[in-house]
């Protein structure tokens, strides 16, 4: 089903696809494709800061939030720091339930498993729900070259799935998209009527189209909230039933499930699902909240632990504390270079701050743009429900590219230079009046073309705060 | 090695120093209570979740769940004390063609308006998703203040499913614009029953 339709412009496609030179990501120029279209990129910026404002109402509603904050990190914290043994405790649990746990080193392991399972029960018909960890896994390419439909049953999912595209945010994956877009895509597909752009309209289509494909699904997959090692059972969270409804009617079961998404019992399941929707949407909570412990009668369980390069992240004293994240997206909405700059020109699963610390330990080279993709203004940090130090941890990978040599020729300059500048007053003086010299020489119509553009161009100033300083305080003194 | 005992040996390399696991117990029972009456708390939170909600006595529970529903309706019961039009299917797919399921939640959360339905509750599940309008009836009694609360009520080792339900399914994946009724039911009427009779 991720084939590209014919209807689909070239130009529309390649818009959803991240600027790669020489096999990293261009953030920049992603974003400059994105910010091209003034209109839309002030009404993305302005969509996502109502959804950060209905999370600051939700949260200020609740008298105990921050120390909500604090127990959900000590517990991921917990969790993490004994995660080996709250594995096992898991797996024993689930399998006493009568699940069948599986376990996936990679991604590649993952998708085997999936097919393994599916072809066992002769399942050519699958229906999703959303789960970042299978887009992670490039689940839906890799079955349907094997002749499994896969249906993303998200509306926003099937929306992307349908136009050939990636999902842009995690929690709202047709965030970048007008409802004349979706219109247009819904004609294309679902045959709803030329210029039809009416949300509930153009909703109630997807619901017939959906049900159809829930009825007849011979397997579902989800993925996983939240896992409770103590009883072996997990939750699935969703505002459209979708996942209830897969899970419900088709006779096989599987959950993908990320080794960091336990939790040691059932009681701390009240924390963090009364942040997770209130940081997400602003709702005190999600309208489904599913907590599967066993397999109804005559259906199959599978639940599928992956690594894919977690334990790697658990063990660099930086960045394993990324690994408490709940995927609310509080962090995406509130950032000021994500709202302006799309989740496509990420070009990677999971866009904005935390998709920035969570990739570049995944591949440094592939994704070295996107720690700087960053005002390291740290709102994500005061916004992230489990107290991830996001901007903490962008700075740190910063670092890390330009050791590792990654970081561009003008960001490995200007490194350099101010390296060597800023331990030595004198030089950092002398270098001033330079820079000073220099900016009034230099026509603006030059800067502003190159490391000016897109950035305001003060008027530089008569002299350094140095020189203000000797003549205004030390003397005066 | 398997992947199992690899992904286990990595993890166990990996860990970072033990970090104490925070007392919720306790951290949950210092923070007040909200005053005031708890039902009517958990009424408002569910109609901002987008449902509706009526109020009577336990013994005229059917009456007033026959008035919210049209003679013409599919429905199908398993409550004790409401009939529906049909027996409850075996088979989840049945519940396509139903017009009103109708089920009792043995916990109401008032800090949010969500019910929780055990599997126990629910028959074969699938009523609860693909009926088009959902009925749940809630006692007055049995609404915890917020989710700490109503989880230490839950008895996990004789369920194999429960569900919080807070409202009608609803989507805002286009343009944010929300919509009642995506997948799931496009109704959700609660029912809250006082067990004295008025």
């Given at each position: 089903?991720?084939?590209?339709r014919?209807?689909?412009g ?11 030179t ?6 920049a ?10 209109a ?22 609740v ?47 993952h ?26 896994c ?41 409802r ?26 997807a ?5 159809e494909?829930f ?38 079961h599987?959950?993908?499930?990320g080794?960091?998404k ?24 999600s ?26 992240q ?12 709940i ?78 040599g ?33 900016m ?31 003549r205004?305080r030390?003397?005066?003194? | ?70 003679n013409?309706?599919l ?5 004790p004390d ?5 027996v409850p299917?075996?088979?989840?797919h ?54 700490h609360?109503?989880y230490a ?25 929300m919509?009642?009724g ?17």
């Amino acid at each position: 089903m991720n084939r590209t339709r014919p209807g689909l412009g070239v130009a529309e496609r390649r818009s959803a696809l991240p600027v790669l030179t020489d096999g990293r990501v261009d953030h920049a120029a992603g974003a400059q494709r994105f910010t091209a279209d003034e209109a839309r990129t002030d009404w993305h910026d302005e969509s996502l800061w109502m959804v950060r404002q209905k999370r600051d109402a939700a949260a200020s509603k609740v008298p105990e939030w921050e120390e909500l904050r604090r127990l959900a990190s000590g517990i991921k914290e917990h969790t993490l720091s004994h995660l080996d043994e709250y594995l096992t405790q898991f797996e024993a649990a689930a399998r006493r339930n009568g699940a069948t746990v599986h376990w996936a080193r990679d991604a590649a392991e993952h998708n085997a498993i999936v097919l393994d399972i599916l072809r066992a029960s002769h399942a050519t018909r699958m229906v999703k729900s959303k789960s970042m960890l299978t887009e992670e896994c490039g689940l839906n390419p890799f079955l349907a070259a094997r002749g499994v439909e896969v249906v993303d049953t998200d509306l926003g999912e099937r929306i992307v799935q349908l136009r050939g595209e990636a999902p842009s945010h995690i929690v709202m994956p047709a965030i970048h998209l007008k409802r004349e877009d979706v219109g247009a895509t819904f004609h294309e597909h679902l045959g709803t009527p030329a210029g039809e752009s009416d949300p509930t309209r153009l909703t109630i289509a997807a619901r017939h189209h959906l049900r159809e494909r829930f009825l007849s699904a011979q397997a579902t997959i989800t993925g996983v909230n939240l896992a409770v090692a103590e009883t072996g059972g997990f939750v699935v969270v969703t505002n459209e039933g979708n996942a209830d409804l897969g899970m419900s009617l088709a006779p096989v079961h599987i959950a993908s499930c990320g080794i960091e998404k336990l939790i040691p019992r059932a009681e701390h399941l009240g924390v963090f699902l009364r942040l997770l929707a209130r940081s997400a949407t602003g709702q005190p909570m999600s309208v489904y909240s599913s907590h599967v412990r066993a397999p109804r009668r005559g259906q199959a369980l599978h639940i599928v632990l992956v690594d894919n390069g977690r334990s790697t992240q658990l063990g660099r004293a930086d960045f394993w504390r990324s690994l408490k994240c709940i995927r609310c997206a509080a962090c995406l909405n509130t950032c000021p270079v994500y709202r302006r700059s799309g989740g496509h020109s990420y070009g990677s699963t999971v866009a904005g701050p935390i998709g920035s610390v969570l990739t570049p330990g995944i591949d440094l080279r592939r994704y070295a743009a996107l720690p700087f993709a960053s005002t390291l203004c740290g709102s994500c940090t005061a916004v992230c429900p489990v107290q991830v130090d996001l901007d903490a941890q962008l700075l740190k990978w910063r670092a890390q590219v330009v050791q590792a040599g990654h970081a561009s020729s003008p960001k490995r300059l200007a490194a350099t230079v101010a390296g060597v500048a800023l331990q030595s007053p004198r030089l950092y003086e002398a270098l001033g009046v330079v820079y000073r010299m220099v900016m009034r020489l230099v026509p603006a119509r030059l800067l502003r073309n190159s490391w000016g553009k897109g950035r305001q161009l003060p008027a530089p100033a008569a002299g350094s705060f140095r020189q203000w300083y000797r003549r205004n305080r030390e003397g005066a003194a | 090695m398997s992947a199992r005992d690899t992904i286990l040996a990595a993890v166990r390399g990996a860990r970072p120093a033990a970090v104490e696991l925070p007392n919720v117990t306790d951290a949950v029972r210092s923070w007040p209570l909200p005053a005031g009456d708890i039902a009517l708390r958990f009424l408002s939170a569910a109609q901002a979740a987008g449902a509706r909600t009526l109020e009577c006595s336990r013994a005229a529970l059917a009456a007033t769940v026959a008035s919210a529903v049209p003679n013409e309706w599919l429905t199908v019961s398993l409550v004790p004390d409401v009939h529906g039009s049909v027996v409850p299917p075996d088979q989840p797919h049945a519940y396509a063609s139903v017009d009103a399921f109708i089920c009792e939640g043995t916990l109401g959360v008032a800090e949010n308006g969500a019910i929780w339905l055990p599997a126990s509750r629910l028959g074969c599940r699938a009523g609860a998703f693909l009926a088009q309008h959902m009925i749940i009836v809630l006692d007055r009694q049995a609404i915890a203040e917020r989710l700490h609360e109503a989880y230490a009520q839950i008895d996990w080792a004789s369920e194999e499913f429960g569900i919080f339900v807070a409202g009608p399914s609803k989507t805002a994946d286009i343009e944010q614009a929300m919509v009642i009724g995506a997948h799931g039911p496009a109704a959700l009427t609660i029912v809250l029953t006082t067990a004295v009779v008025t």
